[in-house]
């Protein structure tokens, strides 16, 4: 029997690659889609603009999207689990609404950095997860909130937790991201010929804050954030998916090159030792060559769900320095929230 | 009368930028363009794959190329300069020959760093072309070789200039360059369609290693490199021409956003004092919007000469950050080849 | 005495081109910048995104925008020509307002196909222009409305008024369009990233209705659409400015390559004859390598107001093959209205 | 028992195709990999610029590569059908050499039109094999040769195959081709960016000739070509892989659109007919949607062997327009040789 999934925000990029993604899953199965008020009533084939070059499932497309307010998503189907990639702005309140009934898993930025709401990678910070009980407690909800990260930040992350025990001080992080990161339609594309944008809206501030959140301890009932600094610059560039990164590192452990690609190469989480279906083998891959990772030949690694690291190499500023690449949509969204909720399936908080 | 000019890699990307400047320019005028055997004999439209937007002057697409050796181009004309615009690999034992009798101006790498060649930005260090007359001497040359840094530096290295009054310490540089700095063909079309490449070859230890000569102070006969860090990662992005860099700089006065940015907008040199005729206005100009610069609307700024700063702000990690933009086949090679020449033939080198 | 001219729908891509060509036209000047109510008394710099890559003039930027009423254009200043831009569906009725009391010179699609509204390219169909006194007497309008055709049609128009002496009789036009004839924020970049789009809304009937009208004769007080078959296949290519079109030509005359050639090179009209301002030398400029015209190259020829034909050659279907090439948001739009109000002036209409 | 295979030509971009085809290939293996001298004696791996999103196989990487010669080849293995991609210039010597002993596939453009070489499209022509014993008798050869169709031609064939029943009389055709079809390093990405090229060298005589051998008729020991008229213009647009044809057709029979949609939809040929390993299911998948196909959605329909069609409608000029994409590198390369040598392996000749 799978658990039955609404997805908040269906008709979005995100929306798209989770119905993607849920196609053929083992424990979920898509029930509701819901979305703005303008699409609510139309077919989902009908309202959504299908970016993905996969054909759109065709029993999905059928689906008659709902309004995104818990009283229709119940009357349109018996909900386990509901997914959120709602834009910001409207998913406070509507995914708090959820919250009081259901285990809500989201994209959405609103609630990331509250003190009672777990900020998930599953390979990097599972225990996290150990905060759902305060939360639900706190603010009286038969459900909660789960958040994943900014697309951006869970590479990096995903990077950085092997680094940890080198004692990590510094990281300076220079990014050039993909167009899917800005959703749909995102960047024109006027602006984007023979140019490159060295500026995304708040995606810095994300980076820098969220990072130590997610490497933060959970003690008590709380989680303290790393003491280390992050810091970034965040620039688009015409590339469809997948997000570079030029990482420089500082540990007070000084490692080696050979140590590092080492920490990088054996990494493995609870997603992996849980077997969870949306695990990749290796969270990080490692590659050899001069001139890897590239998007287009990368991206795909892992089904989009490993973060491909390459070039590491000594840095004179800060010591390590490497580029990683992730599947922002897959890895940096849609495959995120899947494993988030895979994992709090499989640890019984669903 | 105009001081009579060679040009040798005449057919190249920087070739034809320097036939391009040299066209209405007060001081200088093409004599004799060069290129390699299989070029030599051939008219210069004939030989040359223009690839610049501005039509090819008439008269020198009539000129007949010569082969890149010293007789051939003594015979061609009566020469006072030479630009170099050759391949590293052919640059070094040519320019030599050339040096015994003829000032050479040279964007090749071969020379760079020996330590009686001057590594010239005429903002930045217009003193270093004291080791001309040390040069001359020891090498027992009439003429003497000068070299211009490469492209990703020379644009780092102007920014750099206004922040020595704060005891500059670390830098590190995220570069995102452009398909021109890679020569022609260069990068293959089918490798940057959906892509970016995060390695060029050489490129991260030319800055890191040019950028302390040209910071570096003259004393005596040598020049001794400033005492600090840098630090690069360069990628190759889809984009024509200028080159981006997010840069962070840790100083030891710890300057505030706005000591900077002044520093930066104030930052005139000798060039600015001197008038010459291709100094840009401004060698720094600074943006103030938040998505500033981009490569298509700011690479242009002072005919290609000014390098434009955007995003000056607090870093967490070292203390400042910012981008900065220059146009890397005029800045970057045959405009800083052509401001050298203007500041030498001023102070008398010439 | 310049005349006073008012922008609608000043803040768009078109509205940006006029401003700019504007900026120091010797017999017009910007009074009025009218947009939506949205913009409206915002100033200009604030409300529009500006996405030349020359400066916004700094004294437009300062103007207040006023919306694209009768009255608050009036209120604002006092106008003697009104150039509109504006979406298609708001036009229609917008600019019958204003002709009421104005000229309008329009780039909007509302009215092209009126049979009293003239359809002009000045170099092709200045006598069109005839139109105007009985468009004001049936309507009873003190001013006028006279339109320019769509941007894929205008550069196709030019070239085929030199080959009306052989006898029209088919023509088959498969374009490729820049971005920027979408308008802002027209396509996504997500969608055209490795890419290319078949099909765009409307374009192919406008190419194959308009151009009829446009090499029409004026008869009495109709124009009769040319007896001739149009056919258009429009596609949306990666670039920013400037349509690319294949044309193959039927003519009964059966010309041969030469004379085409020579019909393209000798075409003058009305604009180049009367030296109107924005008039290009040539409204044809022939290209004979293989591999030209190319969109970087060609487009901003003639100021961008000149369509550049190159690989004319005999087609074994048709007669004659070759590829036009004319910048879309000056030739096409911005310039197209200028030269056309210009032509109005010198002829009295205005 | 599978064929063994030496591929000619094996590092370029349709070698490594036919490396990645063969990789679980039912009824051929590679047993020889030939390059050009500069590369023989390396590892496949070593000498191979892989530009493929899967990875390489990893046992034919560690293939030694061997000179394109007879005696190379034969002396690395023990060879049953030879597929070459060699440069055009290179194969007519070269691939006469190999038929003498063995059956040759190639795509290069040397042999196509000569009278007894079969130009075979396996599901428009699979009856011009009959051209080989002819061949081999004439030539005295105990292997033979049979080419396939240049890239933007196969297509094109294919949609036009089942419109012969209508009685074809005249094509025009417009393409906008990938980068891939230029070969490898091919196009400089300096003169795509922002760009469109409108002249491939020799590709519209290629498509104007070998699609009128390709429907014609095989009588007696002969193929007659087909009396009709093709006409191409054709240009490099920048997109990766998929090539996109404008197609406008005159029948003599004047089909419906509906009869044609139905046509294109109906068709299947000998390969469907005997299920070889490579055939797609539909040689031509019709798309209903206004705005496909598009090079990154549909080249890798029916795994890159289905030519799709959309936009079928009429034509004011010849009576019918469509659009068409079939993937360059597989259906119009590398899948070509693979599908043609297993219809001759079936039908006995090899």
């Keep these: 029997m799978k658990r039955k999934v609404a ?14 993604l849920l196609q053929s899953h083992p424990w979920f199965k898509v029930e509701v889609l819901a979305a703005s008020e303008r699409s609510a009533g139309k077919k989902y084939h009908a309202a959504c603009n299908w970016i993905l070059e996969s054909e759109m499932p065709t029993d999905v497309g059928e689906m008659k999207l709902v309004n995104s307010d818990v009283r229709s998503v119940e009357k349109a189907g018996d909900v386990d689990i509901v997914f959120s990639s709602l834009p910001a702005d409207a998913a406070g309140q509507i995914e708090e609404e959820f919250a009081k009934k259901f285990p809500v898993f989201s994209k959405a930025s609103a609630h990331r950095l509250e003190e009672d709401v777990p900020l998930i990678i599953p390979e990097v910070n599972p225990d996290h ?9 706190r603010r009286r909800w038969q459900g909660f909130i789960s958040t994943d990260p900014n697309c951006s930040t869970i590479q990096l992350g995903i990077t950085l937790k092997p680094l940890m025990p080198f004692n990590l001080k510094r990281v300076i992080v220079s990014s050039m991201q993909a167009l899917s990161g800005a959703g749909y339609p995102g960047v024109a594309s006027v602006d984007m010929v023979d140019n490159v944008l060295p500026y995304i809206p708040n995606e810095e501030e994300k980076i820098e804050v969220e990072t130590l959140k997610i490497l933060g301890d959970f ?25 570079m990164e030029c990482v420089f590192v500082e540990c007070e452990a000084n490692p080696s090159v050979e140590e590092v690609r080492g920490a990088f190469e054996h990494f493995r989480g609870k997603p992996q030792e849980l077997k969870l ?73 669903v």
């Design 7 to 20: 997805i908040l925000g269906a008709t979005g990029l995100v929306g798209q690659r989770l119905v993607q």
């Design 129 to 137: 997860l150990r905060l759902i009980p305060f939360q639900k407690k």
């Design 219 to 243: 003690k008590g009932s709380k989680v303290h954030p790393l003491n280390a600094i992050v810091s970034a610059s965040c620039n688009r560039v015409s590339v469809k998916d997948g997000h």
């Design 277 to 349: 279906p949306s695990a990749p083998k290796n969270p990080i891959l490692v590659r050899d060559e001069p001139n890897r990772p590239q998007p287009r030949f990368d991206r795909d690694a892992g089904k989009g769900m490993s973060v491909v690291v390459g070039r590491i190499r000594h840095d004179r500023a800060l010591g390590i320095k490497y580029i990683c690449l992730g599947h922002n949509t897959i890895r940096g969204a849609a495959g995120a929230a899947l494993l988030s909720a895979e994992l709090a399936t499989q640890k019984g908080y």
